[in-house]
C-alpha cells in the first residue's frame, strides 16, 4: 500500500522560514509528478506546488517566489521550503502523488502555523 508522511510544520513568526518533508512507501517518487496541496479552515485543499518527472516545478501564484519544491529520489523524499511566511499561510500541508491511482492517498498532514 502507498503510505505518505508529512513532517516539519509548526509555530512560526511571520516572516521565518519552515522546510516540510514528505517520506513515501509503496511507491517510487521519481517516475510521479509530485504536489504540495493546503487547506485553512473554511477552504478547500488548495495547490501549492508542483513538481514533474523532470524537475520542472510550478506554483501558486500566492508563493511564487517565497516557496520552493524539491525532491531528493534517493530518499524518496519531496520536500516543500517554506521562507517569509505570512499569517495567511497556515494551514495543514498535505503532500500528494499526481497520478490517478494514488490521488486519494493522503498522509494526516503537517500543521503549519504562521503568528505572532
Known amino acids: 500500500q502507498v503510505q505518505l508522511v508529512e513532517s516539519g510544520g509548526g509555530l512560526v513568526q511571520p516572516g521565518g522560514s519552515l522546510r516540510l518533508s514528505c517520506a513515501g512507501s509503496?511507491?517510487?517518487?521519481?517516475?510521479?509528478?509530485m504536489a504540495w496541496y493546503r487547506q485553512a479552515p473554511g477552504n478547500g485543499r488548495d495547490l501549492v506546488a508542483r513538481?514533474?518527472?523532470?524537475?520542472?516545478?510550478d506554483y501558486a501564484e500566492s508563493v511564487k517566489g517565497r516557496f520552493t519544491i524539491s525532491r531528493d529520489n534517493a530518499k524518496n523524499t519531496v520536500y516543500l521550503q517554506m521562507n517569509n511566511l505570512k499569517p495567511e499561510d497556515t494551514a495543514v500541508y498535505y503532500c500528494?502523488?499526481?497520478?490517478?491511482?494514488?490521488?486519494?492517498?493522503w498522509g494526516r498532514g503537517t500543521l503549519v502555523t504562521v503568528s505572532s
Open positions: 509503496g511507491i517510487i517518487f521519481s517516475i510521479h509528478t
Open positions: 500528494n502523488v499526481l497520478n490517478s491511482a494514488w490521488r486519494n492517498v
Open positions: 513538481i514533474g518527472i523532470s524537475g520542472t516545478t
